[in-house]
């Protein structure tokens, strides 16, 4: 799961120091209205963004809010070109256009546009997939299935963007030219702010893809219901959310604060280690870290195991550590072993193991299948082992309970 690319000449991975995109808003009716740039200014901002250290710039000339006033094809295109006139060979910064439409995406790319960033995902016209192939351009996938950002949780999230990179393959798109945008922000009206708590708090999920990652997150309405502030006064969350995204794996981050992201950005990538991986002659070996037995499948099926051979083994490829409290040397002995029996373990208190205390604690080790045996076993046996089989489950599904994890 090591990311190590070249997007327009900029080095993108694990390896290097992740970047900072800087939003050009060509778009009034966005939700943030002192991020509007006019045209006028274009070149002005630009120049000092890149000073301050954006590697990418970002123009989008319609907004994305969904309570935005929609506007035509032919206005996006009007407000685009013109700027892209006046960066064109001006700037010392790889140029993305943000645009659902192939049309818009042509014409930009002819014009000195490099990237074309897709918060559809190719959803909104699958001619986009054409565009991109034939330009050979990298370009931001958002995850979608119907409608820009609308998969709700990262187990979605994570099943919209597999099936847009192999439609995307399907039509002809280079593997490598792919960056994935999770979709933070309240896309839709059921996008609920505990769905973004748990994009960004399980965001290293996004690597099992083995693609440079892009967070969108500054002043989106997440960190307003959590501040209780409107975007104006978002900018310290926007950098915590950064200085988080950076340390689970992000390799770019798009932003309206340039100079006080790239800092966060720096420290953040500093702190973030390298994965592990080794590498003799044509042998590689990596660490492949994996949270979800649906990451797991991807990864298999990324190998070229089959799906139903994938869903076979996907519950083995987990393990697990739950300590259980409090519960009687006799029950202790039975657990560990029927964990046993299964091919986990248990450590117990040496005195639990020669009858010499009533009570111990337990650590049970074993991977997703062996606790679902395991429970499934305990429910027939005497005393409060029953219980004890409810409470795993419990525990175990606690992980997967956005309710559970972020509603205090």
Request: glycine share 8%; net charge negative; with cysteine.
């Amino acid at each position: 799961m090591v990311v190590d690319t070249d997007i327009c000449g900029i080095k993108v991975g694990d390896r290097y120091p992740a970047h900072v995109m800087g939003i050009i808003n060509l778009s009034p009716e966005s939700f943030y209205e002192s991020s509007i740039v006019s045209p006028d200014s274009v070149l002005e901002i630009a120049l000092k963004m890149v000073q301050d250290g954006a590697t990418f710039l970002d123009l989008g000339a319609r907004s994305t809010w969904r309570l935005a006033e929609p506007i035509s094809r032919e206005e996006e295109l009007k407000r685009i070109l013109p700027v892209l006139k006046t960066l064109e060979g001006n700037v010392d910064a790889v140029i993305s256009v943000d645009t659902m439409f192939p049309e818009i995406a042509e014409e930009a790319l002819k014009r000195g546009a490099e990237i074309i960033n897709d918060v559809s995902g190719f959803t909104a016209d699958p001619g986009m997939i054409e565009v991109v192939a034939d330009h050979g351009c990298p370009a931001v996938v958002m995850a979608s299935e119907v409608v820009p950002g609308d998969p709700l949780g990262m187990d979605s999230i994570i099943g919209a963007l597999d099936s847009i990179i192999q439609a995307a393959e399907a039509g002809g798109i280079n593997p490598e030219n792919l960056i994935l945008d999770p979709a933070i922000g309240m896309w839709t009206e059921e996008k609920l702010p505990i769905y973004d708590f748990e994009t960004l708090d399980d965001f290293e999920r996004l690597k099992i893809f083995e693609k440079p990652l892009l967070a969108a997150l500054s002043r989106k309405s997440f960190i307003g219901e959590v501040l209780k502030k409107p975007a104006t006064g978002r900018i310290y969350g926007s950098l915590a959310a950064a200085a988080i995204a950076v340390y689970k794996g992000a390799n770019i981050i798009r932003t309206h604060d340039v100079p006080e992201t790239f800092d966060v950005v720096k420290l953040s990538g500093a702190l973030r280690s390298r994965p592990s991986i080794v590498k003799e002659g044509r042998y590689e070996v990596s660490v492949l870290e994996v949270k979800t037995p649906q990451d797991a499948g991807i990864a298999m099926r990324k190998l070229g195991a089959t799906r139903i051979g994938s869903q076979v083994m996907q519950n083995k490829s987990i393990h697990l550590m739950l300590k259980i409290r409090n519960l009687t040397t006799t029950e202790a002995l039975i657990i560990k072993q029927e964990m046993l029996a299964r091919g986990g373990d248990a450590a117990l208190a040496r005195d639990a193991v020669s009858h010499e205390t009533e009570m111990t604690d337990v650590l049970v080790m074993g991977t997703l299948l062996q606790f679902e045996r395991l429970a499934s076993k305990l429910e027939g046996q005497a005393r409060s082992l029953p219980l004890i089989a409810e409470m795993i489950r419990k525990c175990i599904a606690n992980r997967n309970d956005l309710e559970y994890r972020y509603l205090r």
